[in-house]
């Protein structure tokens, strides 16, 4: 209890100093107002100089809080609240303003966006999708232009200039993904025009436990070089497909599928091998296992559609189809070949990174939404973001009943459905949610056969979204949606709406995660309107299968039908839902664990690729290289005693021609005797000299081929590298059978991984240089 007491009234003091600042800025407002538009534009470049001049941003705040804020009130007529300044100061901060649904956390954003603007350095606004960054960009861009600043947002299909120009803005509005996906590929670039980017200076990322929390398990992935194995998955399909209830078995709470001993015999007598778990069979058991996976627990309309003959992933958080979007590893070809669609070519990776190292990569990262408080450990752990509670405008009105629980999903539905009649007839609009696309359909065919007039939005029905949210809040409406009305959705009430009680929000199950029923609790009762919302629960929901336990079970068989609201059980639907959340942060901590060992080492590679990339001379980097790999080869045939090191002369003649070295440059006899230093720099030098000697009269023209040279060494090792850790990682947990710490396993042969890729580099270079021949054409 101490530590809650400390952290609320830490929280408590945060929020007292946050309401100080905001005063100051309150205190402004009059002396904004009486500013002419000219005057107002002027205060711009005004900050600008004083910047540049050694003030700070903090000294700054104030008076540019106030002028973005008066410049709201001219452009586009709205005028920022007290607590949306509030969010503004704690956003610059670092940290993330939790703003409920209504309070504006839109042009809240336009204050700290402004401020931060005026280093010149570039500030990202981050949104989850391309609707909104356009929106956005188009509709608060009038506050920026106006007062000077350039506004750009970045879109997918953009070319490379169009990119180039976005990025070069003041601002710009863009998704996580296509950030992502930019910094990647600007690492990837043979020429340094060729990049889009101009650095990683701020982001204020909108949505942000979406984007960092749900979304952060996202690997980006940029790929290329099919690799044929389409036969494979149908085959492991058609086997999967015959199996029997006894030949595998699921965990539920992990959704892992495994074959049973039974299984295992089966599938040795289909494949005709004889042992399946043979190393040669490695690649099929792979493919048997995400066939598996496919048939038994990845779920249709559930987790993805099928729609134009391509299997679509639908976002669990936000209902959305993901287009373009692939599971990894070969789970999106098993399932293709699941449900008889075109299979597409498995390829190699060329490039990764997880949405939490790449948002960590910022000078300064900060966020709103409207659902982060359940997650501010993790917050705090991973980006060192502290989420702060920002209070509403106006009191809340909406009223959150007890969940109605039920023993069967039938019963469960049939009681939903006869609420919705109710407010029905009473002309109440409701809002019914539901986890996946498969159960808004079966509570649209419900009301159906009530004929009962209802909408139904969901990751197949997207392209008239804005039209059935436009609509949600009148008379009458019936709305049946999938968490697709969680984020980003404002439904506005009709006066007649607003007298029946305003939108009644009914959740057709519990999400695996507090801050999704949050959100959907959170689209009623926007700046202080009525509204109310419950969630219809049974026993039997997976949710409750998963973690509830069996007491559950035993306390329906003496109630039989009749709803109950139980505090044990909702008590038990809570502490399900943290063992849930317990489980994805403990999964989101691993991952980022192991995928530290491939930051770090791609930290270091795009700091070399960079630093050739930006020099046009990389002839002493080759030197280097020279250097090091023929020390190496010395090193590879000395024998080391107590007293001296001795040169195996023979054998080192022998490493020596196999890297390419010239034989009619040295001897034997001159290097008998020799230290293993002073053999390796009487290598270095001859080789050295001969390299020069052969590109003396054409090094200008030379050195742009010498620098291409290297970096397409470094790209093609360090695709294969990625693809060796992947494969290192998947298999790297079978070493806890051995007794031994599989991330400790895994960092330590990542690392030696990558020290032999270095030196791999540095030896095909020098090959190169060795083997070499220049043809003079007579002019």
Request: hydrophobic share 40%; aromatic share 8%.
């Amino acid at each position: 209890m101490g530590i809650m007491n400390a952290l609320f009234s830490g929280d408590k003091k945060r929020l007292k100093q946050l309401e100080k600042k905001a005063n100051e800025i309150n205190a402004l407002a009059s002396q904004m107002e009486a500013l002419s538009d000219a005057a107002l534009k002027e205060k711009t470049d005004e900050f600008k100089r004083r910047y540049q001049e050694g003030e700070t941003l903090d000294d700054l705040l104030v008076e540019a809080y106030a002028v973005a804020r008066e410049a709201s009130r001219r452009v586009i007529g709205e005028y920022p609240y007290l607590v949306q300044i509030m969010g503004a100061v704690a956003m610059h901060g670092g940290d993330i303003a939790e703003m409920k649904t209504g309070e504006g956390k839109t042009l809240t954003s336009v204050m700290c966006v402004y401020l931060n603007a005026l280093t010149q350095k570039g500030v990202h606004v981050v949104t989850v999708n391309e609707y909104l960054a356009e929106r956005d960009a188009t509709w608060m861009g009038q506050i920026y232009s106006f007062l000077g600043l350039s506004v750009g947002f970045n879109k997918r299909e953009f070319s490379a200039r169009q990119k180039r120009e976005a990025y070069a803005c003041d601002i710009t509005y863009t998704t996580n993904s296509e950030l992502g996906f930019d910094y990647l590929r600007d690492n990837m670039v043979t020429d340094v025009k060729d990049r889009v980017m101009r650095g990683l200076h701020v982001a204020i990322v909108d949505e942000v436990d979406s984007i960092l929390i749900d979304e952060s398990r996202t690997p980006l992935i940029i790929s290329g070089g099919a690799k044929k194995t389409a036969n494979l998955y149908i085959q492991a399909d058609q086997f999967a497909k015959r199996l029997k209830k006894s030949d595998y078995e699921i965990d539920e709470k992990t959704r892992q599928v495994m074959l049973s001993e039974d299984g295992v015999r089966t599938a040795e007598r289909y494949f005709k091998v004889k042992n399946l778990y043979d190393v040669e069979h490695t690649q099929l058991v792979h493919h048997i296992s995400q066939a598996m996976k496919a048939n038994y627990i990845m779920m249709k309309d559930v987790e993805y559609v099928v729609a134009d003959d391509e299997i679509v992933i639908v976002d669990q958080f936000t209902g959305r189809l993901m287009k373009g979007r692939a599971y990894s590893d070969g789970l999106h070809q098993a399932i293709e070949a699941k449900e008889g669609v075109r299979i597409k070519e498995e390829t190699s990776t060329l490039a990764t990174i997880t949405y939490q190292n790449f948002f960590r990569l910022y000078e300064k990262l900060c966020g709103m939404t409207g659902t982060a408080k359940t997650e501010e450990e993790e917050f705090l752990s991973i980006y060192n973001m502290r989420v702060i509670e920002i209070p509403t405008n106006r009191p809340i009105a909406r009223i959150d009943y007890p969940d109605a629980i039920y023993a069967t999903p039938q019963l469960k539905f049939n009681a939903l459905v006869e609420e919705v009649a109710k407010l029905y007839d009473r002309g109440q609009p409701v809002l019914v949610g539901t986890i996946s696309v498969e159960v808004s359909e079966l509570v649209s065919s419900m009301l159906q056969k009530r004929r009962i007039k209802h909408e139904v939005l969901n990751a197949k029905n997207h392209a008239r979204e804005a039209e059935i949210i436009a609509k949600a809040g009148q008379v009458k409406a019936v709305t049946i949606a999938t968490n697709m009305a969680g984020r980003g959705t404002d439904i506005k009430l009709s006066e007649e709406s607003r007298a029946l009680g305003g939108l009644a929000v009914l959740g057709s199950e519990r999400h695996e995660s507090r801050r999704i029923d949050n959100q959907l609790r959170g689209r009623s009762g926007r700046q202080g309107d009525p509204g109310y919302s419950r969630f219809y629960v049974s026993v039997r929901d997976q949710l409750m299968v998963r973690f509830g336990g069996d007491k559950l079970e035993t306390l329906f068989k003496t109630l039989g039908d009749q709803q109950i609201e139980s505090k044990l059980v909702t008590k038990s639907i809570t502490q399900a839902q943290r063992r849930v959340e317990g489980y994805n942060f403990d999964v989101r901590k691993q991952l980022l664990e192991y995928d530290d060992v491939l930051r770090q080492q791609r930290e270091i590679m795009y700091d070399q690729r960079n630093f050739v990339l930006e020099n046009d001379d990389v002839h002493g980097i080759v030197h280097d290289m020279m250097d090091r790999v023929l020390q190496n080869v010395v090193q590879a045939n000395t024998l080391q005693s107590n007293h001296s090191t001795q040169v195996q002369t023979d054998s080192l003649m022998q490493g020596l021609e196999v890297l390419g070295f010239d034989a009619h440059l040295i001897s034997a006899d001159e290097l008998n005797g020799k230290e293993a230093e002073e053999a390796a720099a009487c290598l270095s030098e001859k080789a050295w000299n001969q390299y020069n000697e052969k590109i003396a009269d054409i090094k200008e023209q030379f050195l742009p081929f010498e620098k291409n040279i290297v970096l397409r060494n470094m790209d093609r090792n360090w695709i294969e590298h990625i693809d060796m850790m992947s494969k290192l990682r998947d298999g790297i947990h079978l070493r806890s059978y051995a007794q031994d710490n599989p991330l400790q396993a895994y960092v330590n042969e990542g690392y030696e991984m990558f020290e032999e890729m270095m030196q791999r580099i540095a030896r095909e270079v020098v090959f190169f240089t060795l083997k070499i021949q220049i043809e003079r054409k007579e002019a």
